[in-house]
Each structure stands twice: as structure tokens, then as C-alpha cells.
């Protein structure tokens, strides 16, 4: 069973829009901390969004913010990521991620999707 199923990737020129999909199974996503990485064969994985169940201010990287917001939708147990003025940098496979505790690293979450590919041209 797959407890987050990413969706929502595609190709977009710069300066357009995506919104990024986390369906999570019940259990999952009354993890404390749900989380957006990315990872590109030249930067590696990095974090870029995490947000808490208990509704503290989310983070962003400095890379995204002010263009990118991540927002629960409790009803649907989905989390979302929704990406505006994007740029080629942005280029990259997305996953979402929950675990117990907020954190940059990856191995630090109990649950990961399998990805969705984001691709933006110049």
C-alpha cells in the first residue's frame, strides 16, 4: 500500500503554474510534519516546504519562497504544493514527505512518495 501518491507534475514554460498533489493514507497524514523536497542531479535532494499538522507557520527555502505555498486540505488528507513564477531551476522530481519531526533531512521522515517529475523551460 502506498501511503503518499504525488501527482500534478508537467512541463511549463518560465513563468508558469503548477499545483503539486500528495494524496495520504489516513495514518499518514496525521503526521506531525508533512514536507516538499526536490531533487536534481546537480543539487542533490533538498527541502523546500514543510508544514505542521498543528498549523505553525510553514517554512520555505529561500529558493521558493514568495512564488511557492504549501497548503493541507484535511478533508481530502492531501497535501499540496502550489508553484507560481517558476523558473528552469526549478526543474526537478518532487516528493512529499511526513514524519514526526520538521527537518532538512530526508532520512528523517518515516514516508515518501515516489515522485513527480516537474520540467520548465526557458
Known amino acids: 500500500q502506498a501511503h503518499l501518491v504525488e501527482s500534478g507534475g508537467g512541463s511549463v514554460e518560465a513563468g508558469g503554474s503548477l499545483r503539486l498533489s500528495c494524496a495520504a493514507s489516513?495514518?499518514?497524514?496525521?503526521?506531525?510534519?508533512m514536507a516538499w523536497f526536490r531533487h536534481t542531479p546537480g543539487q542533490g535532494r533538498e527541502r523546500i516546504a514543510t508544514?505542521?499538522?498543528?498549523?505553525?507557520?510553514?517554512y520555505y527555502d529561500d529558493s521558493v519562497k514568495g512564488r511557492f505555498t504549501i497548503a493541507r486540505d484535511n478533508a481530502k488528507k492531501t497535501l499540496y504544493l502550489n508553484m507560481n513564477g517558476l523558473k528552469p531551476e526549478d526543474t526537478a522530481m518532487y516528493y512529499c514527505a511526513a514524519g514526526s519531526r520538521c527537518s532538512a533531512i530526508w532520512d528523517d521522515y518515516e514516508f515518501w512518495g515516489q515522485g513527480t517529475q516537474v520540467s520548465v523551460s526557458s
Open positions: 489516513a495514518s499518514v497524514y496525521g503526521s506531525v510534519c
Open positions: 508544514t505542521y499538522n498543528y498549523g505553525d507557520r510553514p
